[in-house]
Structure formats: C-alpha cells, structure tokens
C-alpha cells in the first residue's frame, strides 16, 4: 500500500470543474491583477476568522513581513518569538534589521509558553521598551494560548502578531469567549501554500485586523505604498495576491470546515489505535474540534531518523518539521544563542515527525500506518 504525506490530487478530484469555471472566469475577465475575485476573498476569510478586514498577500511570508511593516519596525528594535517553526516567523525579523528574540515552547503542545515569555520580561526589564511586537505561532493547527500573552502584550503595550500560517479556521476559548485564530492580536497572519488546509495552486497569503488604520496601511503597503496611484506616502512593496490564487480559494473556502472535521476525525483514529510504549500523540489543549490538525505530530521515544527511513521504504510519507531550531541555524549564530538554551524546541526538533493526516486518507490507509510503526519498535 501507498499512503503520501499529503495527496491534493484527492482533493482536485472533487472540486476539480468548480476550480476550472473559476480560473476560466479570471483568464476570460482579464483582469489578472487585484480586482473583485481578491475583494471577494478578504471579506470571505474575515468573516470566517471573525476579524473586520482581510488584506490579501502574495504569501505567508510576506504577510508577516508586511505586518511588520506596518508596525514600523526599525533596526534594533526586538520580537519576541518561538525557535520552533518554519523559518519565515523569525526570517522576516532580520530582513527588516531587527531582532528576533526567542522564547522556548510548551512542550505539550510546541506553541509558545506564555510563562517564558513572562519570565523574559522578568529578566530583561532593560530591554522592554525594545520590544516592538510579540509573534506566537500558532503551530500545526492548535491555538498557542493566548489570553495570558494578550495581558502581557497589553500590560507592556506591545503589538501581538499571530502567526496563523497552518492554523485557519483554528479555535481558541479566550475569556472573551471562543475566537479563532487570526481575531485576537492586532493582526493575524495566513498562508494559502498548497500543502495547507486552505491552499491554493501557488504562493498566497493573508493578514487580518480589526484595526482600521491598520487595515488601510497594509492595503498602501502591499502596493508599494501608493494611495492614490503613483503617489507614494510610505514605501511598501508587491505584495499582492494574485485573482487566480483568490478564486481557487474561495471554492475551497467552502469545503473547509469540511476537510477539517476529516483531519479530526483521522486524528482520532490514530489516537485510538497507535499504541507504542513512550509514543507520545499529539496534546489537545483544549478540544478536539479546536485543532484542525495541519499536520498530526508524533514525538518518538528514540532513532526517530531509521524510523522515517522505514515508513519511507514502506511507501508512507512522513516528514520531520523541524529538524533545526532558529538559534540553531547558522544564519542566526550572531544572535548568541547555545545548544541547550531552549531545551523543549531542541527535543521537540530531535524527537518528532509528522504522519499523513489528509483528509482523504482512509482506515486502511491508517491501519497500514499504524501497523509499521508498532512493527518498527517492536
């Protein structure tokens, strides 16, 4: 049996005329840049987050780089973030000359710790006043807890940037009542990378607000900072988001919630029935219709590598996000950081993988899964 990683042919095969009428519409409209299909989805994917406006992107990357932007982050000025994600959370910090600072994770879920981050206030009462923005990620699908990071943000009036690249659609039950992700700091951040839960046929992204000035500023920015045309009071960049990525979206859109209740109920069949002696499943910190699962992330109890090399022989696809740490990676040396400064991000990186989780994946295909796993440590 061949059980992929991720198989979007499974998915195209059940949308796939609904996607060609739309790119049709766009090619046939000419309007290949911006226009009603881009308007379309930002007050689609707002509404569906729950926030006010939606400002399409040309990616996940450049929706955390443009909100950056539009906090004015300056050299020198520090983010406080994890070291446990995929590179653009820390990488558009240095491309605007400020510094990323990190913060270990909770080992449970491999979001962020709102302790830690409490702890380095503590501990840094000096730099306080340098800290422009705080980043959680809200990592394979589950909300990072946020209450206690909005009161810290608020308590030092800094900006909070979700990071919600794999987390659309994703709840959280904050004291306010329950939100998804991408409502509550001043601005949420998505990526439409196809091998997400709401992926396109290319690069895309969005930010979302309820911060009008914010909105209006992103929209300038991602234009080169013009408003009115040719006429520029900031300097932005080409940020924007492509029509045909915005049609396909929108079509997928609809089947979301969907496709998440699939990822669940497949996170569910593994945690009834792969049972390895110090396996550790994913943790649901909250509820289970809360985690959409972007990817379903196992912590192995040793040889993780000759593991992923087994299921490869095997015909299953499984992968290891993430294998280095930001103060790890050599293009973050000149941070000064040393092994064993963030011990849970280093075990999570030594210890995890990810297994297909799709929503098209079959029983069989997971009890193929499971039974060479228990084969492997048997």
């Not at 909105?215 to 009115?228: D, F, I, M, T």
Request: proline share 6%; charged share 20%; glycine share 8%.
């Amino acid at each position: 049996m061949k059980v992929p990683l991720l198989d979007l042919k499974a998915q195209l095969d059940t949308i796939r005329e609904d996607v060609k009428e739309v790119v049709n519409e766009v090619l046939e409209s000419t309007r290949y840049i911006m226009g009603s299909k881009v308007t379309e989805l930002e007050e689609q994917i707002a509404a569906y987050c729950g926030a006010r406006y939606g400002i399409g992107v040309s990616s996940g990357t450049d929706a955390l780089l443009i909100a950056l932007m539009a906090l004015d982050l300056q050299p020198g000025d520090l983010v406080l973030t994890t070291p446990y994600s995929f590179f653009a959370t820390a990488g558009v910090v240095s491309r605007l000359n400020a510094i990323p600072v990190f913060v270990d994770i909770d080992p449970g879920t491999y979001n962020i710790d709102p302790g830690q981050i409490a702890q380095w206030f503590a501990d840094n009462p000096d730099k306080i006043e340098r800290v422009k923005a705080i980043i959680p990620v809200h990592l394979y699908g589950q909300c990072a807890d946020m209450d206690p990071i909005l009161e810290l943000a608020e308590t030092y009036n800094i900006p909070v940037i979700e990071d919600a690249a794999q987390a659309i659609g994703a709840g959280y039950p904050s004291k306010n009542g329950l939100k998804r992700a991408g409502s509550m700091g001043s601005m949420g951040c998505f990526s439409f990378f196809p091998s997400k839960n709401l992926g396109g046929i290319g690069d895309g992204g969005m930010v979302t607000t309820n911060d009008a000035a914010l909105a209006e500023k992103l929209v300038k920015l991602r234009n080169h900072g013009s408003h009115p045309k040719y006429y520029h009071a900031l300097i932005g960049g080409n940020f924007r988001l492509d029509p045909i990525q915005a049609a396909v979206l929108s079509v997928k859109l609809k089947h979301l919630d969907a496709w998440h209740a699939g990822r669940q109920a497949n996170a569910a069949y593994y945690d009834a029935h792969l049972n390895v002696p110090g396996l550790t499943k994913p943790m649901v910190a909250y509820q289970r219709d809360y985690h959409i699962y972007n990817q379903y992330i196992l912590s192995v109890p040793e040889r993780r590598d000759a593991l992923v090399e087994y299921l490869h022989a095997r015909d299953i696809g499984c992968e290891v996000y993430y294998p280095v740490p930001f103060h790890q990676q050599e293009c973050f040396q000149y941070l000064g950081y040393k092994t064993g400064d963030f011990p849970h991000s280093e075990f999570a990186a030594e210890h995890t993988i990810a297994l297909p989780i799709y929503p098209e994946l079959t029983d069989m295909m997971q009890q193929y899964v499971i039974e060479k796993i228990q084969e492997f440590y048997q």
